[in-house]
């Protein structure tokens, strides 16, 4: 295998720098180590020849020993895109939500494709699929909903670590007879917790300090689980200190039934407190209907909200409040929820983010819409902050990981004619915020050219 190289990007970098703001570096070279991290940045007025040159003596890098990618007319780098909640056993089914309400559609199609999967063979055809549509699309990292079976979590771990996503993987914990099917359930809660560490001690073989691939717990939502195996969870999350992922408040239906399964408990989020799995390293899908007290709780214990616009629409959940939850104090992120989500595209799930925000505003909430700029800032830095990754990944800053893509825009040249591939025409009169937007709005992976996870190139194409 050859030796890395370090590289240098030359052109157009865009990164959020606040929720509200988008920050603009042009004519800038980003320099990324061999082992995959920013070590300069140099922005020179007018002349990215002239960057280029000056980090390039600052760091002593021989310019034979570094790869230049610079950015064609109408390109910049954006950070990788980070989904914080996706299903990825379920990636056949993605459009397939017909006419049916969550649980329904939980029984109709959901466990009966998880299920299918402790066939390796067809395990291994759906998860390369999964990783890899995800990473055309710009995904760089994705928190992985598995299956319950231990040989094909692990087979999804390895699959994400050898295409070079980074990935949280977790074994799907769902014990309770009286919710899950009798063909797809854990035995008991032992068993439950004892296949859980099967599938941790598996990552900590093929990645040992979770540089790429880490593990996290998952109970795949409370009324699947029993107490006694959400006990044993919070205590292997408090003995190895391990990231959490579950749902929430996705629907009614489902917050009645939470209700009807565990009457000593104050609200569906009580439930996750009482058994200590409100952390500050905990992830919570969709959050849809939660209180006012449930909302204060969530951030007091710190835990995070994955926003999944696309699958709370399909699914006929809700709509969950974003600016409600920021106002509140919790981070948010955006997750795709393949397959009750039809795309695998965070870009999309953006879009979906900022329209969904305004049949908000159309309740006289107008503060609740969103902009492009913040959609963007759950994609990516929001993201992050959710999967405790905010040090390493979701901007162009020296220190953190070159986790990153090159998008391009079409051009209309003088006759009508389109330059490039995809939905996003560019005629040159608009400025960057007005281009950001129709990437935003109209994009897609056409435009996602190339995609690096830690300075390693994982997806490209023409």
Known sequence: ?????????????????????????????????????????????????????????????????????????????????????????????????????????????????????????????????????????????????????????????????????????????????DICPGYYRDESAQQSLQATRETIEHVRAIDPGFDLVSPILTPRFAPSCSREAMLGLAALQKEMDLPVQTHISENKGEVELVKSLFPEADSYTDVYDRHGLLTDKTVLAHAVHL??????????????????????????????????????????????????????????????????????????????????EEALHLATRGGARCLGLQRRVGAFEVGMDWDAQLVGLGGVDE????????????FGWEDWEERVAKWVYTGDDRNTKKVWVKGRLVHSRA
């Open 1 to 177: 295998m050859a030796t890395p190289k370090h590289q240098l990007l030359l052109g157009t970098f865009i990164h959020s720098k606040t929720p509200q703001e988008l920050e603009y570096r042009h004519d800038t070279a980003v320099a990324v180590s061999s082992q995959g991290k920013i070590v300069g940045i140099q922005q020179a007025g007018g002349n990215v020849n002239e960057a280029r040159d000056t980090l390039l003596k600052e760091l002593g890098w021989d310019p034979s020993d570094v790869d230049v990618i610079a950015c064609k007319e109408g390109q910049f780098f954006f950070p990788g895109f980070i989904d914080t909640h996706i299903h990825a056993p379920q990636y056949p089914n993605a459009g397939i939500f017909g006419k049916a309400t969550l649980l329904d559609w939980l029984e109709r199609y959901t466990f009966p494709l998880e299920s299918s999967l402790k066939d390796l063979a067809k395990a291994r055809r759906v998860y390369t699929a999964c990783v890899r549509r995800t990473l055309a699309h710009g995904t760089t990292t994705a928190s992985y909903y598995a299956t319950i079976d231990v040989s094909a979590t692990n087979l999804l771990a390895d699959i994400c670590l050898g295409l070079g996503q980074r990935a949280f993987v977790g074994r799907v914990c769902m014990d309770n007879p």
């Open 291 to 372: 209180s006012e007290a449930e909302a204060d709780t969530i951030a007091a214990r710190g835990s995070k909200v994955s926003h999944c616009p696309c699958s709370n629409s399909s699914l006929t959940s809700g709509v969950a409040r974003v600016r409600w939850l920021w106002d509140k104090g919790i981070d948010v992120g955006l997750g795709t929820d393949v397959s009750g989500g039809y795309s695998a595209s965070i870009l999309s799930a953006a879009r979906q983010a900022a329209l969904v925000s305004r049949h908000l505003a159309m309740g006289d909430d107008d503060r609740s819409k969103l902009t492009p």
């Open 415 to 426: 006759e009508g004619g389109q330059d490039g591939d995809g939905n996003v025409d560019v």
